[in-house]
């Protein structure tokens, strides 16, 4: 409180500098969609040749937990680098997207047949189209599988949008964490500035006080207390 003229200014500082960064980064836009993976009406298999009597399956669904190795599969295809370029989205660009089952620890990827897209721009139409994009690659993806494993087409697996592609709404958490760490930065600066100020202060008061009244009394010894 007495160094008020250090504290003060200090403190406009930070908030001046805590607003200019709040003000200097550009919103983030982000959309979602999420995509389920069931099994066709008529089931994994289906009659082949009828003379022979063979039964044809889908190899994805030829298996306990298909539909989850499936979405496993789909997630590390669109979230691959090499399919984020084709698409015009880039890891850490100004346009990008995540892709997960519904958690992002990759040792769970077995939980749930769900595929989870969230685009994220600075611009809200790109937010959305990003998500667009990769919602039509992801069933493209799981066509040109099931083709490539000569699966029956009544066998394919169902790609259902449970929510489709969200208009974009901003994110702030970006910009108030940012705001809030140069906020508590600036706050603890002012204070050891102030500390600072005050300890120069008092030395410098004692140093001029020893000089205008030196000590010349030569220190007193102690008497020694005898029993």
Sequence with gaps: MRRWYVAIP?????????????????????????LSLTVPITGPSTLGDRRDQIMEANPLLNYNYGLNMTAEVLVQILGSEDTMTKLGARPHGETTYEVNNGSPNPELLFSQPFVLIEGMS????????????????????????QVQLKAPPTTFIILTEILPPTDAVALRNDKLRYTAAVLLLGLLASLAASFATESVTAALYRRRRERANPVQAAPVREEVLQR
Aim: glycine share 4%.
């Design 10 to 34: 200090a403190l406009l500082l930070t908030l001046a500098g805590s607003y200019g960064i709040y003000a200097s980064i550009p919103p983030m836009y982000q959309s979602s969609a999420v």
């Design 122 to 145: 600075s611009d809200p139409r790109a937010a959305k189209e990003i998500v667009t994009r990769v919602t039509q690659r992801a069933r493209a993806e799981l066509d040109k599988r």
